[in-house]
């Protein structure tokens, strides 16, 4: 069974840290991401990995401030996030797409709606004082 789990999301406060996890059971992928949609507004991809030329894609919004990391042996992702803004309170997704497309990493986080094929239920991480 194709399955998606993220976990990690909470409350914290403005320049807190959080790290997200997405642990996927019963398949490989060749790109995964994470996405996240603030209330009233589009989903957007914040990082992605892609395995066909091994680049990963950060949004402007959270360059320098996120990191996108993975464990092969544990087929898990995980999203540190640091120096939070109340801007970064979203529904955060991690997706992937199993199929071996010829696109970089920044395709899947940019074309996320059907760039990928597997969707998680989401975490949401808020950011308030």
């Known amino acids: 069974q194709v399955q998606l789990v993220e976990s990690g999301g909470g409350l914290v406060q403005p320049g807190g840290s959080l790290k997200l996890s997405c642990a996927a059971s019963?398949?490989?992928?060749?790109?995964i991401g994470w996405f996240r949609q603030a209330p009233g507004k589009e989903r957007e991809g914040v990082s992605c990995?892609?395995?066909?030329?091994?680049?990963?894609y950060y949004a402007d919004s959270v360059k320098g401030r996120f990191t996108i990391s993975r464990d092969n042996a544990k087929n898990t992702v995980y999203l540190q996030m640091s120096s939070l803004k109340p801007e970064d309170t979203a529904v955060y997704y991690c997706?992937?797409?199993?199929?071996?497309?010829?696109?970089?990493?920044?395709?899947?986080?940019?074309?996320?709606?059907?760039?990928?094929?597997?969707w998680g239920k989401g975490t949401l991480v808020t950011v308030s004082s």
């Open positions: 019963g398949f490989t992928y060749k790109a």
């Open positions: 997706a992937t797409q199993r199929r071996a497309l010829p696109y970089g990493s920044s395709w899947y986080c940019q074309n996320g709606n059907y760039g990928m094929d597997s």
């Open positions: 990995i892609s395995s066909s030329d091994d680049t990963t």
